[in-house]
Every structure is written in C-alpha cells, then in structure tokens.
C-alpha cells in the first residue's frame, strides 16, 4: 500500500503560478513512476503530467507544455508540479497518481486549484 498526500493548491489569478507537491509513505519501494492528473468541473479526469521514478523521464500534456514542470525527490519520496502562467482553463482539482511495477495505481485525494481575478 502506498499512502499520498498532496499541498499546495489554492487560488491564484490568471498568470500566476502555484507549486503542488504529494509526499507518498508505505510500500515506497513499489513506486515505478508518478504524476498528476486533474478534473475540471464537468470533465473527466485528464493527466496532465508523469515523471519515471529512477530517470528524467517525463511526459506533459500538450495544454501545460512549456508552463508546468513535474519533479520529483526520491530521498523524500516527494513528486512536485511546479505551475506556471496559470490560466482559467487550469482550474481543475489535481490529484497525485502512483503507478507501482505491477501496474496498480493509488491517488491522492486531491487539491483545487482555482485560477480566478
């Protein structure tokens, strides 16, 4: 089992930038790679960024390219999404997301990010 916890989301206004982070704790060991997904209010849950756990390997959404970042720290077994230039369309609940090398994922409970003036 691996237990997330996310922090970080809030409200922002447009153009801004915000900085979530999920720390795991449990079977840490099983963690092959992790990520971020939101859902918008009406809309199904969409990833929007992954990280490998043991290589730079990363993958973006095409919406978030070049404005959101996803990093991770193994010693803290913490994964980061950095957010930047933050547009309305972002606002989403963003949930944290494990995949262990057996294929099962486990989620966070989620943090809303509001991007409003």
């Known amino acids: 089992q691996v237990q997330l916890v996310e922090s970080g989301g809030g409200l922002v206004q447009p153009g801004g930038s915000l900085s979530l982070s999920c720390a795991a704790s449990?079977?840490?060991?099983?963690?092959?790679?992790m990520g971020w997904y939101r859902q918008a209010p009406g809309k199904e849950r969409e990833l929007v960024a992954t990280?490998?756990?043991?290589?730079?390997?990363?993958t973006y959404t095409d919406s978030v390219k070049g404005r959101f970042t996803i990093s991770r720290d193994n010693a803290k077994n913490t994964v980061y999404l950095q957010m930047n230039s933050l547009k309305p369309e972002d606002t989403a609940v963003y949930y944290c997301?494990?995949?262990?090398?057996?294929?099962?994922?486990?989620w966070g409970k989620g943090t809303l990010v509001t991007v409003s003036s």
């Open positions: 449990g079977s840490i060991f099983t963690i092959n790679a």
């Open positions: 997301q494990i995949r262990t090398y057996s294929g099962m994922d486990y």
């Open positions: 990280i490998t756990r043991w290589y730079d390997s990363t």
